[in-house]
């Protein structure tokens, strides 16, 4: 088993850092073109979303699909090939000539994308010591965040820069191609891999499924994630109409609060060890319910500080949530962190409609209510979790 900070671990950490990198950086890089992608097309705030929405959408059904792959064949194979192909979909989707083109090959796109995040948790599971696997989780989340700022800032830049949104898919996607090449020998081959056999799958699915120890958690990373990624849509469409009308690179800036994120990521392990991962998690979702009043207000500042919490608080709620299933989980681990990531990514792919209501009712305020409502759920999802690990005092 790799140890933590062992030469091994350092290289495997890197490597699935940089693929994580390179999986957000391509999912995400359209957020902050949403408003140019309304004018040029003359589409609505909820349809220009659908952009984002089907790539969320098509990662989310590609996740059991490639975790059942990567059960059967390996896990480096599929992390791999999938990030590649996804990556040339990134440079075909610069010369699309129509909306309709766009948004199918932005859902082939992420389905393909589900490849590296269905297989790196449990290749991590696999190959790290129990020690290794939590402080590996956070790095990996934090370097989800670093992905999806790079891509939104980029984006955003590229675009005001080079008068198009096509000019962001096309260099951001030879950029990611220049990446990839490194990974082929940098990530470690698997060493304790074993295949599952090819009839397990629908039992073990159906099985993590009913699992009281995973649903509860499965059910607080969707809602999170729903709610989380779908506030900055309609900030973003929010300060980009008069009287603000910031530009699409200003727009990219706004995703720098991740580093919040980021923060957080890194420093959950510490958390985790300190208080427990049931307390952990519910300190998160109260950070974010208060973070989540500065929504209420029109001014800037208290705008960025709901974003900045907001983001410190999610992607600790985050981390705490996939060791959760990490360490409750002995078989098909790909097939469970999958599981936890299907109803993540479906969640995100849902938060524009959810919050599209409240946002036609009552513009920002309206989707810090609908924000609110959702975290009094996972709060009292939270508390179910805590109380399970009270009764079970290996996890904490």
Not at 54 to 63: E, I, K, M, P, R
């Amino acid at each position: 088993m790799i140890d933590l900070k062992t030469p091994l671990w350092w290289r495997a950490t890197l490597a699935l850092g940089l693929g994580s990198i390179l999986v957000f950086v391509n999912l995400y890089l359209t957020q902050p073109l949403l408003p140019l992608l309304a004018r040029d097309f003359e589409l609505s705030a909820l349809s220009a979303s659908w952009a984002l929405s089907v790539s969320t959408l098509g990662l989310a059904v590609g996740l059991l699909f490639w975790a059942r792959v990567a059960d059967l064949i390996g896990r480096k194979p599929v992390m791999l090939g999938c990030l590649l192909v996804a990556i040339l979909l990134s440079l075909l989707i610069a010369l699309v000539p129509g909306f309709a083109t766009l948004v199918i090959l932005r859902a082939l796109q992420g389905f393909f994308l589900a490849g590296l995040p269905a297989t790196a948790v449990a290749y991590m599971g696999e190959e790290f010591t129990p020690r290794a696997l939590v402080t590996s989780i956070g790095i990996y989340i934090a370097a989800n965040s670093m992905g999806g700022i790079a891509g939104r800032v980029f984006g955003g830049f590229i675009a005001q820069w080079a008068g198009g949104w096509q000019a962001s898919f096309l260099i951001l996607g030879g950029l990611s191609l220049l990446l990839w090449l490194p990974l082929l020998k940098l990530l470690p081959h698997s060493r304790h891999f074993v295949p599952a056999a090819s009839g397990e799958g629908f039992h073990a699915l159906l099985g993590h499924v009913r699992n009281p120890l995973l649903w509860p958690v499965y059910l607080v990373g969707g809602l999170n994630f729903m709610v989380f990624l779908n506030q900055y849509t309609y900030v973003a469409f929010y300060l980009a109409a008069p009287p603000i009308n910031l530009a699409p690179a200003a727009l990219g800036l706004l995703f720098l609060t991740y580093l919040s994120g980021t923060f957080a990521s890194g420093i959950s392990g510490w958390l985790i060890g300190r208080f427990g991962l049931g307390k952990t998690l519910l300190m998160a979702i109260a950070i974010m319910a208060v973070g989540n009043l500065g929504l209420f207000s029109h001014r800037m500042p208290l705008i960025l500080l709901a974003l900045l919490v907001d983001s410190f608080a999610f992607f600790l709620a985050h981390a705490c949530a996939s060791s959760w299933v990490g360490r409750s989980v002995r078989q098909h681990r790909a097939l469970a962190s999958s599981l936890y990531l299907v109803f993540y990514y479906l969640g995100a792919s849902l938060g524009g409609l959810y919050l599209y209501p409240y946002w036609e009712w009552a513009g920002l305020p309206g989707v810090a209510a609908g924000m609110m409502l959702v975290l009094v759920v996972t709060a009292g999802l939270g508390l179910r979790l805590l109380r399970q690990e009270q009764r079970l005092p290996a996890m904490a």
